[in-house]
């Protein structure tokens, strides 16, 4: 087992990444904490073996938590600002997850970091667990609004939009309007439910009507398959096809 520990001002991230953790078989979490100096202490003690840590918090930023640690846990850095990404591998972290995280995504940095961790063990787990499979009707995204962070459920998106800062989710019922670059929505969407189909948009392949040459109807909205996307796209449509 590989213990855990949580570091996050925010207590939705918290609680987000204690789901999370619950559900891997080879993660425990001893600790979740919007406290890095009580954190610090957990680790200097040697009571955990890898951390979740944020990056931006008031009394202390992950990355002076990262150099006081000095290399003693190893860490899997959480934020929503990618210009740190670059700063934490210098500072040799696991790994990088951008926020809002999405759980596929966080099952691929735990592997790795069981892999780092206890690497005469990971191929057997690995080998003898599947990976937990994302289910489209029940998992969520968080992302943060003007007043507030909403929960997005993934069945409910039919497609988002990117408008130059910031981009709207689509979903059944409303618009949803987030500060948020395409690229990173992109990273946090399973790649088996949703796909990029112009650098403008992102649809959900479930809600797909109909397909006419390089446009697609879902509900009365007709979205545009750019070329850099379209041949991908088609394979994957293609794939589908009976």
Known sequence: MIRCLVVDDEPLALHILEDYISK???LTLVKSTTNPIEALSLVQNGEVDLVF?????????GIQ?????????????????????????????VDYLLKPIAFDRFYKSVQKAQTIISPLTAPAVVAKEEAPKQDILTDFIFVKTEHKIQKVYLHDILFIEGLKDYISIFTSTERIITLQIMK?????????????VHKSYIVALNKIDSIERSRIWIKDKIIPVGDTYRDQFFKIIDAKNI
Do not use: C, W
Not at 53 to 61: S, Y
Not at 70 to 92: C, H, R, W
Not at 184 to 189: D, I, P, Q, V
């Open 184 to 196: 990173k929505m992109e990273e946090a969407l399973p790649e088996k439910h949703f796909i990029r």
């Open 24 to 26: 891997i078989p080879f």
């Open 53 to 61: 840590l944020d990056v931006q918090m008031p009394e202390l930023t």
């Open 65 to 93: 938590f990262l150099k006081i640690a000095n290399g003693k846990v190893k860490v899997i850095l959480t934020t929503a600002y990618s210009q740190y990404a670059l700063e934490g591998y210098e500072l040799d972290v």
